[in-house]
């Protein structure tokens, strides 16, 4: 079923014909990457961050932990409504932010993770701290602070004069299908974390927008793969739920629930190419995304995600792949060059507007007591504490420059996008061996996306674009064919 629904909507060849939504939309990247950029360091956060944006990427994912933030222990007087109440710290989020705005990034800030005192009764021994029946109304008032404060006119506590900088873009918990982040996902056999999730994102939507009302707010961000045992709910499954759809696209009759929302999330982690697909018919990988979209597009026709606009934009706010080296269960290199644009063009396609990819720098390498696939080795940087002695991977350009070039019929068809997101002209050429021949001139549009048909007789070799001197890495003719890989390497 879900092959048979990508061919309907993409064509017979799966990354040759993007869907026609796609066709008229930007496809921003940016990274999520807390280690790098909520630095105590100011001086290393706001390196790493020059380079994200030197790399060609607009938007930072910065998580806000509420249980950092708030106090530990409620304050008989606090008021969390009020972002300059003394019991909050505020700190390095703070810093992190004027960092973003010193370098031209526009920031996301994702809110999780309640302080003890907002958390339910009748905790599981199991249970992570600050995800067990988190408050939606003292949540609903961290986040009116969260607006409040960066609303582009609250006084810099460290500047007097100035102001901290105007965050635009707000979401309301992560991965909630996802146990490590929200409990409990079941009781008795029945699900509840759709529930709790629905009010928390409720709550916490209308309490940015009555201090922010030209704000965005995000939902979703759900992990890609269902669990037995109700672990981890299967993505389509907890949206089902948490939207009253039935698995025909149809409302559930009788259940009347909604979200708040205006724009979905998505991290659709694949343990295999730009292609693959989740093992069940609920998960959400990166080639599952065509069936997110028709989700989220039979919700939106039956009003059961509310937000500014009838159609809901769709963000995928982490995805990345280990590499190898240095993780030795990671991607090899000379595939991740590939993938990389084969990923960032499937995004693309299925409607992603916006992409922030999971680490700048890698995690340090994998030991006894910490190993490989506990850390995320998929920066485009290798490890290192100095960002001025940061060596860049080879899979670097790919992320900068994404090109993508497969066979057909007629030809060959190309997609991409400019190092700069910026018009312009793209020479396509080609490599058969001996020197490099060009083959048409493209025109980037004004997100700095290119892409059409080639027409030539050419079957084999590399394609590569060029764009103001600078080349994207060569695309190879000769199909790879998928693999298992798991993302996180080890």
Not at 61 to 74: E, H, M, Q
């Amino acid at each position: 079923m879900k092959k048979l629904l990508l061919a309907l909507l993409i064509g017979s060849c799966a990354f040759c014909l993007p869907t026609s939504f796609a066709a008229a939309q930007p496809f921003h990247t940016g990274y999520v990457d807390n280690a790098a950029f909520y630095n105590v360091s100011p001086t290393v956060g706001h390196e790493w961050m020059k380079k994200a944006r030197t790399n060609g990427t607009g938007f930072v994912r910065l998580n806000v932990y509420w249980d950092t933030i708030a106090p530990s222990v409620r304050p008989e007087n606090f008021d969390p409504t009020d972002p300059a109440d003394p019991a909050y710290d505020w700190g390095l989020l703070d810093q992190a932010l004027k960092s973003a705005r010193a370098n031209r990034l526009t920031p996301m800030l994702m809110a999780f993770l309640a302080p003890s005192w907002a958390e339910g009764p009748n905790r599981h021994p199991d249970a992570r701290m600050g995800t067990w029946k988190p408050d939606p109304a003292e949540f609903a008032k961290f986040g009116k602070a969260l607006a409040r404060r960066y609303n582009g006119t609250f006084p810099d506590p460290t500047s007097p004069g100035s102001t901290l900088p105007k965050v635009r873009y707000f979401q309301g918990w992560n991965e909630p299908n996802l146990s490590l982040y929200l409990n409990p996902q079941a009781s008795n056999g029945k699900l509840t974390s759709p529930e709790i999730f629905r009010q928390l994102q409720n709550r916490f939507y209308s309490a940015v927008k009555s201090v922010a009302p030209r704000a965005r707010v995000l939902a979703g961000g759900m992990a890609p793969i269902g669990r037995p045992n109700n672990v981890v709910i299967a993505p389509l499954r907890f949206m089902r739920r948490l939207t009253c759809m039935k698995p025909n696209g149809k409302p559930q009759p009788g259940c009347h629930g909604f979200v708040r929302a205006d724009i979905w999330d998505a991290h659709p982690f694949t343990s295999g190419g730009p292609s693959h697909e989740g093992p069940g018919k609920d998960d959400v990988s990166l080639g599952d995304l065509p069936e997110l979209r028709e989700a989220l597009s039979n919700a939106d026709r039956f009003n059961r995600i509310r937000g500014v606009n009838r159609r809901t934009a769709l963000w995928a706010t982490e995805f990345s792949w280990d590499t190898k080296p240095p993780d030795p269960g990671g991607l090899p290199m000379w595939l991740a060059k590939r993938w990389v644009s084969e990923a960032m063009f499937k995004m693309w396609s299925s409607g992603v507007s916006v992409f922030t990819w999971l680490s700048i720098v890698d995690a340090p390498n994998g030991t006894t007591q910490i190993p490989w696939g506990d850390g995320a080795q998929s920066g485009f940087y290798f490890y290192t504490k100095n960002p001025f002695k940061a060596r860049a991977k080879p899979s670097l350009q790919a992320f900068r420059f994404p090109f993508v070039a497969f066979k057909r019929r007629q030809g060959v068809y190309v997609w991409g996008r400019t190092p700069t997101s910026r018009s312009g002209r793209v020479v396509i050429r080609v490599n058969r061996g001996r020197g490099w021949w060009t083959l048409k001139t493209l025109k980037a549009d004004r997100f700095g996306i290119f892409r059409g048909l080639v027409r030539t007789n050419v079957k084999r070799g590399r394609v590569r674009a060029v764009y103001r001197r600078e080349s994207s890495i060569p695309f190879s003719l000769k199909r790879v064919p998928d693999r298992y890989v798991r993302p996180f390497g080890g």
